[in-house]
Every structure is written in C-alpha cells, then in structure tokens.
C-alpha cells in the first residue's frame, strides 16, 4: 500500500534552500511513499469576494490537497513569519467557510534557514495556523535544519550523513502519524 504524501514549498524563489530541502525529502523517501508537489505559486491573492465562484486554480490547488494521505510543508522564515504566499495559499485552503481543506488532514512542518534555530519562528507560527485548521500535526521529531553552503544539492542530494538520517528519521515517524489518524479516523 502506497502513502501519498503533498508537499508544498513556502517559497517560491528559484534559489530557495526550503526548495531544496523538499527535494532532498523526496530523495529519501521509503518505498511505498510517494511524493507528489502541490504548488502554490499560481494562486492569486485571496479575496472573500472569491468564494461564491472560486477560481479553477484554487480549486485544482484544494483537490490536490484532498488527494493525498498527509502535507509536509517546507517553509522558509521572512521577518519572524511564513513568506506571504504560503499564507495566501493557506487562506485559499480554508475557505469558503466551512470547507478548509486541511480539516483533519495530517500535516508536519519542516524547514531550514543559514540561522541556527532553522526557520523555528516561521515554522511555530505555522503551527498555530494549522491548529486553527483542526490539522492532525507531527509533533516530533521538530524539523529545525541549518542550512549550510552546500548541505543540500539543488537536485535534492544531501551531503550531510546526519541529516540524511534526519530526513529518512522524520519521514518514518511521519507515515506513521498519517496511519494513527487514519486508524482514528476510521475507529470514530
């Protein structure tokens, strides 16, 4: 049995290191894990005003969501915060009212900054969007990852053992959250 896992990246720089950290999540992943990306740099801005006739790339973006068994998301840290866009893209996975697409979705935070506490804040603070969303999250292990020059090949090869390890660690621990709360699920 396959686990399909969505990934967003929270940035969308063409040289961004969380971009490469998501790479290097999907290079090690484990057989019978599937990786597949939900991209959110199409989404337009959020406006209430959409949500009586919702834009067909919102709705793309909220069906890739209902698609997969569980979301990491890789976020960078802007001034203490998530980017912008991963909030707009946020805000577009919540709404109309009532329909929030990560309602009881498995969801785990990862991300990776030059700093020492390894987009920390950033991802903290996405942690408490996702509470508010009612999203099942991985608790541990955390994914707090400096990245140094070099640490993650923009093709996804990490050149750190330890942090191979990590990643292989963290995706294991993750599949099993996401089978917890499908037994939960299917228990209720």
């Not at 890789?74 to 697409?101: C, F, H, M």
């Given at each position: ?13 063409s ?6 950290l ?5 290079r090690?992943?484990p ?25 067909a790339v ?9 698609a ?10 802007y001034?203490r ?16 009212y009532g ?5 009881g979705k498995?969801?785990?935070v ?6 020492p506490?390894g987009?920390?804040?950033?991802q ?11 999203s099942?999250?991985?608790?541990q ?26 990643l292989?660690?963290?995706l ?8 917890r ?8």
């Amino acid at each position: 049995m396959t686990t399909t896992i969505g990934y967003i990246v929270g940035s969308i720089s063409s040289t961004s290191i969380n971009r490469s950290l998501a790479n290097a999540l999907v290079r090690q992943a484990p057989e019978g894990v599937e990786f597949v990306e939900i991209p959110i740099a199409g989404l337009p801005f959020y406006s209430p005003d959409a949500d009586a006739d919702y834009p067909a790339v919102a709705r793309e973006f909220k069906d890739a969501i209902a698609a997969v068994d569980g979301v990491v998301l890789v976020t960078p840290e802007y001034s203490r915060s998530i980017p912008g866009v991963l909030k707009n893209a946020l805000d577009w996975a919540s709404r109309p009212y009532g329909q929030n697409s990560f309602t009881g979705k498995p969801t785990a935070v990862l991300g990776t900054s030059g700093g020492p506490i390894g987009a920390a804040v950033a991802q903290q603070h996405l942690k408490t969007i996702l509470t508010h969303f009612a999203s099942p999250q991985l608790g541990q292990p955390e994914g707090f990852i400096q990245s140094k020059p070099g640490l993650f090949t923009p093709e996804g090869e990490v050149t750190d053992a330890s942090t191979a390890e990590f990643l292989r660690g963290y995706l294991a621990a993750f599949v099993r959250h996401i089978a917890r709360v499908k037994a939960a699920d299917a228990a209720a």
